[in-house]
């Protein structure tokens, strides 16, 4: 199901960020030396500008008229290296500006320039050491380049020190949190601190940061690692969600909670409220970005036999990993819970990921015939490939496994839709003899091929190179992956339709059906998804939705075709809602090309004589209750 919910979802995200990245400056190949920044907060508009003059040549000057607005473009930018305030503002003053940025942004040297100041409460702010300098308003421009400058230097200075001290105590010189040494450490102190208890694990991933970094640079993700890690550790200290010695580590791109815990239940309870509340909007280096994540836990237990509890730090951060890649694969929950089950399924990916990378995994991929049938004419109309993989170690893998991996990367999905399409056409090229000139040969097409926008030329290219009539060949699409760029997905699937080639809109039903494109989608066949089938068992509203689905198509010139018929007797109901064609194990199982070849000769007409006594009963039926 990825190609129906993941793709158009990047796709947008992706766009977003590289329309943000176009008011971003070209980076220089020439290594400068970044000018100091400088922030000046005053609300006497000609202050500033004389701030900004004498200061711009050697400073990277910012000016803002209240200190609510200093405190927010200092949290959504990089940090500023010297802070220069008036004392008297409306709403907030200097000092209070100042001590928040000795709390927010320690290394930040701050300056008050002020005309008329209250010495006690000056001496008070700079015992405290907040206050860096105090410059009397006004004062020479060289008085206030001296200061300035001197500012700089201190914070220079401390920053260095600051630097190499967190290095010394195993913390993240980022965001100030531990990293992974400490982790380590502080399991074991946790473990001492309460004998007996077992740990909660938390491993936060924060979506879309590998894209934040191609796109808007190293700075922008940092701040977005900055950024969550600020929300969560504002959340630890909320008694609401009752978590006992919570540690934040920064383990990569990744953060990592731990805290005390002896109940499952309330972990997950306590993470779900943590990945609610880290969906927020949030500005990061001037742009604005969404702050979402997914989550995965893992518990520690030292004394527990349970299989699915980890005895060490390490073996537990794997398994939270693991949990919270789950999460991320799935599309279902933003939150996994580790399991065993958990962390085999992550190998296998990976496994299989690792295989369909290999060119020569096509040498164990296969192609299975499943046919439709139609109803009004009582003849086979198509027949659908579908790809098969038997690998030699892992045995068989359906496409629902194997599919959506092999388009998470681009050439390996160009290569095995190459390799189906080539193949479909020529075993349809290969049943001349056998079937008639109507029946058709179904190809999925997957989203990722739909993207390359070249589709239509690899198609047209293989009927050149196979020499199959193109009115043979009836390429599937579904419906999201059509949608997802609608204009490509249109200019492509219309050269297809000019030169004769059948479209079909596959799934129909369950991805995000948009009407107003559907209809100018250039598409021949509906096929209605199975889930829509399976529903029916005497169900009128589902009935009612079908008899919609098949009036649709009809108006819009096209045949629909149910998927998924498991049981003959539905056959009779599916036609009176106006299906024209059915497909599924009531009809035939995706068959081997010999085994279908068999079918073809000797069931078919056995199958045929079935579907016609089932209309005739029906039709009696009908007459009757008319
Ligand atoms: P799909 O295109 O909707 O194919 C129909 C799927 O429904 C097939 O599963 C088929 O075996 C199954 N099916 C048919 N009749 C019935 C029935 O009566 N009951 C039930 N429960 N299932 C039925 P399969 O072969 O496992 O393929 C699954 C999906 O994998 C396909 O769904 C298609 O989206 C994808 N796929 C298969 N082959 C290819 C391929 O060559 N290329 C691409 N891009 N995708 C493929
Ligand atoms: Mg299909
Ligand atoms: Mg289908």
Request: glycine residues 6%.
């Given at each position: 199901?990825?190609?129906?919910?993941?793709?158009?979802?990047?796709?947008?995200?992706?766009t977003?960020?590289?329309?943000?990245?176009?008011?971003?400056?070209?980076?220089?190949?020439?290594l400068?030396?970044?000018k100091?920044?400088?922030?000046c907060?005053?609300d006497d508009?000609?202050?500033?500008a004389g701030?900004?003059?004498?200061?711009?040549?050697?400073?990277?000057?910012?000016?803002?008229?209240?200190?609510?607005?200093?405190?927010?473009?200092?949290?959504a930018?990089?940090?500023f290296?010297?802070?220069i305030t008036?004392?008297?503002?409306?709403?907030?003053?200097?000092?209070?500006?100042l001590?928040?940025?000795?709390?927010?942004?320690?290394?930040?040297?701050?300056i008050?320039?002020?005309?008329?100041?209250?010495?006690n409460?000056?001496?008070d702010?700079?015992?405290?050491?907040?206050?860096y300098?105090?410059?009397?308003?006004?004062?020479?421009?060289?008085?206030?380049?001296?200061?300035?400058?001197?500012?700089?230097?201190?914070?220079c200075?401390?920053?260095?020190?600051?630097?190499?001290?967190r290095?010394?105590?195993?913390?993240?010189?980022?965001?100030?949190?531990?990293?992974?040494?400490?982790?380590?450490?502080?399991?074991?102190?946790?473990?001492e601190?309460?004998?007996?208890?077992?740990?909660?694990?938390?491993?936060?991933?924060?979506?879309?940061?590998?894209?934040v970094?191609?796109?808007?640079?190293?700075?922008?993700?940092?701040g977005?690692?900055?950024?969550?890690?600020?929300?969560l550790?504002?959340?630890?200290?909320?008694?609401?969600?009752?978590m006992?010695?919570?540690?934040?580590?920064r383990?990569?791109?990744?953060?990592?909670?731990?805290?005390?815990?002896?109940?499952?239940a309330?972990?997950?309870?306590?993470?779900?409220?943590l990945?609610?509340?880290?969906?927020?909007?949030?500005?990061?280096a001037?742009?604005k970005?969404?702050?979402?994540?997914?989550?995965?836990?893992?518990?520690?237990?030292?004394?527990s036999t349970?299989?699915?509890?980890?005895k060490?730090?390490?073996?537990?951060?794997?398994?939270?990993?693991a949990?919270?890649?789950?999460?991320?694969?799935?599309s279902?929950?933003?939150?996994?819970?580790f399991s065993?089950?958990?962390?085999?399924?992550?190998?296998r990916?990976?496994?299989?990921?690792?295989?369909?990378?290999?060119?020569?995994?096509?040498?164990?991929?296969?192609l299975?015939?499943?046919?439709?049938?139609?109803?009004?004419?009582?003849?086979?109309?198509?027949?659908?490939?579908?790809?098969r993989?038997?690998?030699?170690?892992l045995?068989?893998i359906?496409?629902?496994?194997?599919?959506?991996?092999?388009?998470?990367?681009a050439?390996?999905?160009?290569?095995?839709?190459?390799?189906?399409?080539?193949?479909?056409?020529?075993?349809?090229?290969?049943?001349?003899?056998?079937?008639?000139?109507i029946?058709?040969m179904?190809?999925?097409?997957?989203?990722?091929q739909?993207?390359?926008?070249?589709?239509?030329?690899?198609?047209?290219?293989?009927?050149?190179?196979?020499?199959?009539?193109p009115?043979?060949?009836?390429?599937e699409?579904?419906?999201?992956?059509?949608?997802a760029?609608?204009?490509?997905?249109d200019?492509?699937?219309?050269?297809?339709r000019?030169?004769?080639?059948?479209?079909?809109?596959?799934?129909?039903g369950?991805?995000?059906s948009?009407?107003?494109?559907?209809?100018?989608?250039?598409a021949?066949?509906?096929?209605?998804?199975r889930?829509?089938?399976?529903?029916?068992n005497?169900?009128?509203?589902n009935?009612?939705?079908?008899?919609?689905?098949c009036?649709?198509?009809?108006?819009?010139?096209?045949?629909?075709?149910?998927?998924?018929?498991?049981?003959?007797?539905?056959?009779?109901?599916?036609?009176?809602?106006?299906?024209?064609?059915?497909?599924?194990?009531?009809?035939?199982?995706?068959?081997?090309?010999?085994?279908l070849?068999?079918?073809?000769?000797?069931?078919?007409?056995?199958f045929a004589?079935s579907?016609?006594?089932?209309?005739?009963?029906?039709?009696?039926?009908?007459a009757?209750?008319?």
């Open positions: 199901m990825t190609e129906k919910t993941r793709y158009p979802d990047e796709r947008n995200r992706a977003h960020y590289a329309t943000c990245q176009k008011a971003w400056a070209p980076e220089s190949h020439v400068k030396e970044p100091p920044r400088v922030l907060v005053d508009l000609r202050v500033l701030l900004a003059r004498i200061l711009g040549a050697d400073f990277d000057v910012a000016t803002v008229d209240n200190a609510a607005d200093a405190i927010s473009l200092s949290e930018s990089a940090s290296e010297v802070v008036d004392l008297k503002m409306p709403n907030m003053d200097g000092i209070a500006l001590r928040w940025f000795g709390i927010n942004s320690p290394d930040t040297c701050g008050l320039y002020s005309g008329r100041a209250d010495l409460t000056i001496a702010a700079v015992n405290a050491g907040h206050i300098r105090f410059l009397n308003k006004p004062c020479l421009p060289a008085e206030l380049l001296d200061a300035v400058r001197a500012g700089h230097e201190k914070y200075t401390e920053t260095t020190t600051r630097l190499l001290l290095q010394a105590i195993d913390e993240d010189t980022l965001t100030g949190l531990p990293d992974r040494r400490r982790f380590v450490k502080d399991v074991a102190r946790l473990i601190s309460e004998p007996g208890s077992s740990l909660a694990l938390v491993v936060v991933s924060i979506d879309d940061i590998e894209l970094r191609r796109t808007l640079g190293f700075g922008a993700a940092d977005l690692i900055v950024q969550a890690a600020r929300r550790q504002s959340f630890m200290r909320d008694p609401k969600f009752l006992r010695h919570p540690v934040l580590f383990i990569d791109d990744r953060l990592a909670l731990l805290w005390c815990e002896n109940s499952q309330h972990a997950q309870e306590v993470t779900a409220h990945i609610k509340g880290m969906t927020v909007d949030v500005v990061v001037e742009h970005l969404s702050l979402s994540s997914h989550a995965g836990i893992a518990t520690i237990d030292v004394v349970n299989s699915e509890s980890a060490d730090p390490l073996t537990a951060l794997r398994n939270a990993e949990a919270c890649l789950d999460a991320i694969n799935s279902e929950s933003r939150i996994g819970l065993v089950s958990a962390h085999s399924r992550e190998r990916r990976l496994e299989l990921l690792r295989r369909l990378r290999n060119p020569e995994f096509l040498e164990h991929v296969a299975s015939f499943q046919p439709q049938w139609q109803l009004h004419g009582n003849r086979l109309i198509c027949l659908e490939a579908l790809v993989w038997q690998d030699p170690e045995g068989t359906t496409p629902n496994e194997f599919v959506p991996l092999a388009e998470e990367h050439e390996t999905a160009t290569r095995l839709g190459d390799w189906v399409m080539e193949n479909a056409c020529r075993q349809r090229l290969a049943w001349q003899s056998v079937l008639p000139d029946v058709r179904g190809v999925n097409i997957s989203a990722t739909m993207r390359t926008g070249d589709l239509h030329e690899r198609v047209l290219d293989c009927l050149k190179r196979t020499g199959l009539p009115e043979l060949l009836e390429v699409i579904t419906e999201s992956a059509a949608i760029d609608f204009t490509k997905s200019a492509q699937l219309q050269a297809l000019r030169h004769g080639v059948n479209v079909a809109i596959d799934d129909f369950v991805g995000f948009s009407l107003s494109y559907l209809a100018q989608l250039p021949n066949t509906l096929k209605v998804d889930s829509f089938i399976a529903g029916l005497g169900d009128a509203r009935l009612d939705l079908l008899r919609g689905i009036s649709l198509g009809h108006a819009m010139q096209m045949t629909v075709v149910a998927e998924g018929v498991e049981s003959l007797a539905t056959v009779p109901v599916l036609e009176s809602t106006g299906c024209d064609v059915v497909q599924g194990y009531a009809i035939g199982r995706p068959m081997t090309s010999t085994r070849a068999q079918w073809y000769r000797n069931e078919r007409n056995e004589r579907i016609a006594g089932l209309q005739c009963e029906s039709s009696r039926v009908t009757k209750a008319s």
